[in-house]
């Protein structure tokens, strides 16, 4: 069984769904270590009520990005970490880290890439008036929110949408796709050969992941 590592910033609530999955074997595999870079984060509160163990590394202690994902990698190690899961986890990990993990490690992102890296993702859809909006889950690269995509789901934004709005549809897609899109790399369904994922599974079934929609 594959062992996982969650990395998390906040509140948590795709942990929460990820480990939910876990426990009802929705997903073949183990969460082994959840990982928080912010101290006070919620989402540690719901790794500890899933009995999960949480560890703190927190960024502020570290002098150096370098030495913060040396940190990062120490406890991935130790745990013998077979995939590691970006859940909302804030800080971009540095070339060194993401060159060793390539392939290993996906990330969530609350946008359809290549549209809107980085942060406030639906308060640039609201602004641009965009009809869709969605999330990605993709393989990360040493470059921000660009790695090779995986799967996306698309919501549509109707005309008096607020930034909560989104938030809260966003999140029911994303607590829906991501548990699915890690069994299915546990189970190495999907994987990435040649900087292209990989699909191992029938036609019908990658479709649904391409144009997952609530
Ligand atoms: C998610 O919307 C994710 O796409 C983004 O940050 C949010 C984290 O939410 N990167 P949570 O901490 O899982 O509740």
């Known amino acids: 069984m594959k062992k996982i590592a969650i990395l998390i910033s906040g509140s948590g609530s795709n942990l929460e769904a990820i480990a939910k999955a876990c426990f009802e074997q929705r997903i073949d595999g183990q969460i082994k270590c959840v990982i928080s870079n ?70 969530l992102h609350p946008s359809l890439l290549p549209l809107y890296p980085g942060l406030d ?7 641009n008036r965009d009809k869709n909006h969605g999330i990605s889950i993709h393989y990360v690269s040493s470059e921000l929110d660009a790695g090779p995509i995986i799967a996306q789901g698309c919501i549509s934004v109707n005309k008096n949408d607020t930034k909560n709005d989104l938030e809260k549809r966003i999140h029911s897609i994303e607590h829906k796709l991501f548990p699915k899109i890690i069994n299915d790399i546990c189970n190495e369904k999907i994987y990435l050969e040649d900087n292209i994922v990989k699909f191992s599974m029938d036609k019908s079934m990658q479709k649904i992941y391409e144009y997952y929609e609530v």
Do not use: W
């Open 38 to 107: 912010v101290p006070s984060a919620f989402g540690i509160q719901r790794a500890k009520s899933f009995g999960l163990n949480a560890v703190i590394v927190d960024h502020s202690l570290f002098k150096t990005r370098d030495e913060f994902d040396n940190e990062i990698d120490h406890v991935l190690s130790k745990y013998k970490i077979d995939i590691v899961v970006l859940a909302g986890f804030m800080r971009i990990l540095g070339k060194k880290i993401t060159k060793k993990y390539y392939g290993k490690m996906i990330n």
């Open 121 to 127: 993702t639906h308060a640039k859809v609201l602004q």
